[in-house]
């Protein structure tokens, strides 16, 4: 039988409305409504640049529009609908997903254990329980409170102090978690006192934390290679996403397709049979224009995002040749089901002023008057977001494609 084909730009549209990218906004941007934005995501990456606002707040912001940073918090440090562990990277993740952590937690514990003591040394091993007794006598703490000897060896950005890296043990192991955040320093305290009772019960098998995975890893891209289903939570291995496709397509559970990426060739991938059958009842992308964070799930893997869109996009910051022509740091510009730019814009917060340094255009886009009127709606709601009063547009801001 011959593969279904999704074309490109239906592609592009599911992708997008499994992101929480093809409606106009979320309804709310907090309480349970925002729980269920993140629980829709799967997670949202924390980092802490703040050019103009933190990549988890403006992932949540791009979503919905009346969002601000202390629902979040309030979520995280309150409710505890959700918590804070490791995905690709540091992300928020639904505290309902917590159970299915525990696979990770005990391969981290194991594998850990020995990684580190090759890059941080061995020191943070006589640390570990005296770390732990800390916590469970005082309370939450921070690095800080616990820092002791200098780092053993140097690495660089991450010449942790013993104590530090035995923090970072115990939460990576799933002893300790993370309580809260002060500005962007980590807080930890014993798991039992932070993840809810009933979050912690459940103890899911190796296999049934592999079938959750996995599963729930093609509900949220529409479809995926099996590649793309392990490096989605990153909680399951290459070999153990291929041998979940293989039992799944047995089952009927997924159906092999095709996708037509922005070039035109085809890429095989797996897609559930009902996300087939409601294609045709997929809406259209809402027209809106959007300015992402550059770690926007949507956008986390860049080279999805150059098949799919033709979209060639990294992040700046970290890569020279790219800063002499894009500027230090830059964020992707999304126009319905469109990448068409990126732009260089800072909250410069002392002045109240959201400054656009330049925005870049891709090959085919036209900057007429819509198009700048919506690009200027849209930094003037981003300026307010950040804490700023008033946009400014550097002389020749707008840069040939």
Known sequence: MTAPVLDNLTARTLFLHRHGLGTPRAPEGRGAALTGLIERLGFVQVDSVNTLARAHDMILFSRAHDYR?????????????????????????????????????????????????????????????????????????????????????????????????????????????????EGFQKHYDLTERVI????????????????????????????????????????????????????????????????ELADGTRRAVFVAPGTLEALPDLPPVAPRLRILSPF????????????????????????????????????????????????????????GVLRVAAFWPEHGVAMGRGREARLGAELDRLARFGGCDRVEFAEGWLRAP
Request: hydrophobic share 40%; charged share 30%; net charge neutral.
């Open 69 to 181: 940073p202390a629902s979040l918090r309030w979520l995280n440090d309150r409710a505890r609908t959700v918590f804070e562990h490791w995905t690709h990277d540091a992300s928020v993740i639904p505290v309902a997903f917590f159970p299915y952590w525990k696979m990770k937690f005990a391969r981290d514990h194991a594998r850990l254990a020995t990684r580190w003591k090759d890059w941080h040394g061995s020191a943070f091993h006589d640390e570990i329980e005296s770390v732990l007794d800390r916590i469970a006598e005082r309370g939450a703490c921070c690095s800080r409170d616990v820092a002791g000897a200098r780092a053993e060896k140097s690495t660089g950005w991450w010449d942790w102090h013993p104590s530090k890296t035995a923090l970072e043990y115990l939460w990576r192991s799933g002893r300790i978690a993370v309580t809260k955040r």
């Open 296 to 351: 926007d799930p949507a956008l986390r893997d860049r080279k999805r995002a150059e098949r799919l869109f033709g979209y060639h996009f990294r992040i700046e910051i970290f890569v020279p040749e790219a800063q002499r022509r894009y500027g230090y740091y830059v964020f992707p510009v999304i126009e319905g089901a469109n990448l068409i730019g990126r732009i260089d814009v800072a909250a410069d917060r002392d002045a």
């Open 196 to 259: 809810p009772e009933e979050a912690r019960a459940h103890e899911p098998s190796e296999t049934e934390t592999i079938d959750w995975a996995c599963s729930a890893a093609l509900d949220r891209l529409g479809f995926a290679t099996s590649g793309e289903l392990a490096a989605f939570w990153d909680l399951v291995t290459p070999e153990e996403a291929k041998a979940w496709t293989a039992r799944a397509l047995a089952d009927g559970r997924i159906v092999p397709a095709e996708t």
